[in-house]
């Protein structure tokens, strides 16, 4: 292939630093696109020469169409690459240092103190005071209620109907700091979640919802699935329903003498073809 086309840099002014360096022929009318060219990354320092290797061979050249009038042209490209050094002096603090996010303790103050509140929301005869704004962030409901074209948008006091006040009550207070400390309460947490879930259904928390089903998932047994699946029907749990299910189809003789039992037939007639199923599965 003959003698190859070789590339030397001559550093005149450099302080020892590092660098990419590449070159590549090229066709100044641009009829012919550039050659692949050649790369590589050196210490630069002042007066030294560099051989970056052969562009090509000289037998190539002559005809590939960058050679014009016994001249060619190349294309240089330099990089100086520096480095990046930690002007810092003072450590910046491990994440673990960092004191936790206070914010639903804060928010669980401002309930409790009702400093600044706008509405009093009254259920079953007893009255909660609290704030439009951080309710509706959290509810459609009560966004429509206080921020729409409801009637409730210019009242100070609203009597919540339908609801017990503890009930209500506990689904306030997870609004404000995302906490509901009832549902771990081994005597009566499920009973509360399925409460608390009706709740939440009839104002749009859809994260209590998530909450109070897993709760449900968890403390179901014999006594109380035909009364959870009928909720998990009413308002659409797919999880817990699911469970349910599988529950009295395993223990079917037990669950039908529940007082749940005769409430789920009457109210949701149509699981009888989920539980029918489930029977018939585990037969086979």
């Not at 017990?164 to 309460?185: H, Q």
């Not at 897993?214 to 009928?230: F, K, M, P, S």
Request: proline share 5%; with cysteine; net charge neutral.
């Amino acid at each position: 292939m003959g003698q190859a086309v070789p590339y030397i840099v001559t550093v005149r002014r450099a302080s020892d630093v590092n660098a990419n360096f590449s070159c590549r022929l090229i066709d100044p009318s641009g009829k012919i696109k550039p050659s692949p060219g050649i790369s590589s990354t050196i210490k630069l320092r002042s007066g030294e020469c560099y051989s970056l290797g052969a562009l090509m061979p000289r037998g190539d050249l002559r005809t590939s169409g960058y050679l014009q009038d016994d001249a060619f042209t190349v294309e240089c490209t330099l990089k100086v690459l520096r480095e990046l050094r930690n002007k810092a002096t003072t450590p910046r603090p491990a994440d673990h240092l960092l004191p936790s996010s206070a914010l639903n303790h804060h928010l669980g103050e401002l309930l409790q103190k009702g400093t600044g509140a706008d509405v009093t929301l009254v259920p079953s005869g007893e009255s909660f005071k609290a704030h439009k704004a951080v309710l509706a962030s959290r509810s459609p409901v009560f966004a429509a209620a206080f921020f729409g074209h409801m009637k409730e948008k210019h009242l100070q006091v609203i009597e919540i109907k339908d609801m017990d006040a503890a009930v209500f009550g506990a689904m306030l207070r997870f609004v404000y700091t995302d906490l509901a400390p009832e549902l771990d309460r081994p005597e009566d947490g499920a009973a509360v979640a399925q409460h608390l879930l009706v709740a939440a259904d009839r104002y749009g928390i859809d994260r209590l919802k998530l909450v109070c089903e897993d709760r449900l998932y968890d403390g179901v047994n014999v006594e109380t699935a035909a009364a959870t699946l009928a909720l998990a029907e009413q308002h659409g749990r797919s999880h817990p329903k699911a469970r349910c299910v599988e529950l009295i189809a395993a223990n079917l003789e037990a669950a039908m003498a529940t007082e749940g039992y005769s409430h789920l037939m009457a109210t949701c007639p149509s699981v009888m073809n989920d539980l029918l199923k489930a029977v018939h599965g585990r037969k086979n």
